[in-house]
């Protein structure tokens, strides 16, 4: 069974910074491209970032552009996502998702996803 499981949440100010780490139940995690994505209180889930299977290719959201980075570490099992220069716009509850082969930034791409850490910026 897999399971993607989520840590590094919490609280922080405007302008502050945060690590989210999703470690990743896959026996074959190498070869499926990570996601992270977010959902505001009554908003639709957003897509932030994505990953390829190796690394070589990131895509973000263009509100997060030059201030979120995501990476992965493949023996770990685990995809990242720094986040810097943090907004109140920002809030949300984040999730990471598991997809095989190329990465994505369709939600509906994805195959597994984590229950998610609650990110709150206070202004």
């Known amino acids: 069974q897999v399971q993607l499981i989520e840590s590094g949440g919490g609280l922080v100010q405007a302008g502050g910074s945060l690590r989210l780490s999703c470690v990743a139940s896959?026996?074959?995690?190498?070869?499926?491209?990570m996601g992270w994505f977010r959902q505001a209180p009554g908003k639709e889930r957003e897509f932030v970032a994505t990953i390829s299977w190796s690394g070589g290719s990131t895509f973000f959201a263009d509100s997060v552009k030059g201030r979120f980075t995501i990476s992965r570490d493949n023996a770990k099992n685990t995809v990242y996502l720094q986040m810097n220069s943090l907004k109140p716009e920002d809030t949300a509850v984040y999730y990471c998702?598991?997809?095989?082969?190329?990465?994505?930034?369709?939600?509906?791409?994805?195959?597994?996803w984590g229950q998610g850490t609650q990110v709150t910026v206070s202004s």
């Open positions: 896959i026996r074959t995690f190498s070869t499926y491209a």
């Open positions: 998702a598991a997809r095989r082969y190329g990465a994505s930034m369709n939600k509906s791409d994805y195959e597994y």
